[in-house]
């Protein structure tokens, strides 16, 4: 369904359907929708407050993804890696703001319809789109820049890739079904494979591989969580949602993870993998595996009983999930580091 691209940093009063009112507790990153639609005449928070929610610190935590490279190399006690890999998160911090900046400003009229991204700064009115997307660009333009300055021209390109994809998406991507998903999942391998060109890291294909698919898995994840919550508004939110069905998102949320783990064994246990890396230690590689397979099985369980939902709000909420992903680090670090 087509939009108009015009009118979408403006505000229109929009009514709510009662069963977006039901959905809204199913996400936590964004305060409890309160059954109407904020007002655009009442006082704006100030500027500096409404830009720090529009710029969604919490995602940062996806940029953590710049250290795994590195990190599985076996580099990481190197002071020069850690200063780029810290560069490179730095920089993707400012560049992925300033895409949801820039989102937030295309997405104001489809974001109303949500019971959660309603809250959004622009599009509940406490945020100038001009000034969104004025920041926005900015950003955006810092965040190559930082990225040629911390290592070269080759980390600025994998940035401007980020950027391209990722304005890409917002403006028409979006639309797309399961393009749309290949585009989000695009984004955490670019950051994965960021962290190795700015520590000049070399890149195995089952790192790739692994990256890739889990990066789907998630994306998928999320949808199907979406999917389900908004019930019979999903096509009203996003045109892409309505064109998937139950069947096709399990199917790929089963597909995703079959190859997300089996790839992870491979690239965690074959010869020229992490273990290649580990000495004596590479039991404790093997052992990865287990809170990686369990990990994968409990987000599987919560989707197929309507739960689940964006990657960063599991990470931080769900104690099960951050057990097993301290167990994994744990592992994994002595595994590799002693």
């Known amino acids: 369904m087509a939009r108009s691209r015009g009118s979408d940093c403006y505000r229109r009063p929009v009514v709510a359907h009662p069963s977006v009112e039901s959905a809204a507790g199913a996400f936590g990153d964004e305060s409890p929708s309160t059954g109407s639609i904020p007002s ?55 560049a992925a703001s300033g895409t949801y900046l820039v989102n937030d400003c295309l997405d104001a009229e489809s974001d109303r319809n949500h019971p959660r991204k309603r809250n959004r700064p622009v599009a509940s009115g406490k945020l100038s789109p001009r000034i969104a997307v004025t920041t926005g660009v900015t950003l955006m333009a810092l965040a190559v820049t930082a990225g040629w300055l911390d290592a070269g021209w080759e980390l600025a390109l994998v940035i401007g890739a980020y950027v391209a994809v990722s304005v890409s998406y917002s403006l028409w991507l979006k639309h797309i079904a399961v393009i749309e998903l290949a585009a989000v999942a695009a984004g955490f391998v670019l950051r994965a494979i960021a962290g190795g060109v700015a520590t000049h890291v070399p890149l195995s294909n089952w790192f790739l591989v692994v990256t890739s698919f889990g990066a789907l898995f998630m994306t998928v994840g999320k949808r199907t ?87 960063e709000t599991l990470v931080f909420h769900d104690r099960l999930l951050g057990v097993l992903g301290l167990a994994w680090l744990v592992l994994f670090t002595v595994g590799l580091y002693g």
Request: positive net charge.
């Open 40 to 94: 655009n005449s009442g006082a704006r928070w100030p500027t500096g407050r409404s830009l720090l929610r529009g710029a969604r610190p919490l995602q940062w935590i996806k940029n953590i993804l710049v250290f795994v490279a590195p990190a599985a190399a076996g580099v990481l006690h190197e002071p020069s890696k850690v200063l780029a890999a810290a560069g490179a998160f730095a920089a993707f911090c400012a």
């Open 225 to 311: 969580a979406e999917h389900h919550d908004l019930g019979e508004l999903r096509a009203h939110h996003r045109d892409a949602l309505g064109q998937y069905t139950t069947t096709f998102l399990r199917s790929a949320l089963t597909m995703t993870a079959t190859v997300t783990v089996t790839a992870y064994c491979l690239w965690a246990l074959d010869r020229t993998g992490l273990v290649s890396r580990s000495g004596h230690r590479s039991a404790l590689i093997g052992l990865t595996v287990v809170p990686v397979v369990i990990g994968v099985l409990y987000v599987l369980q919560l989707l197929d009983a309507g739960k689940g939902g964006a990657p």
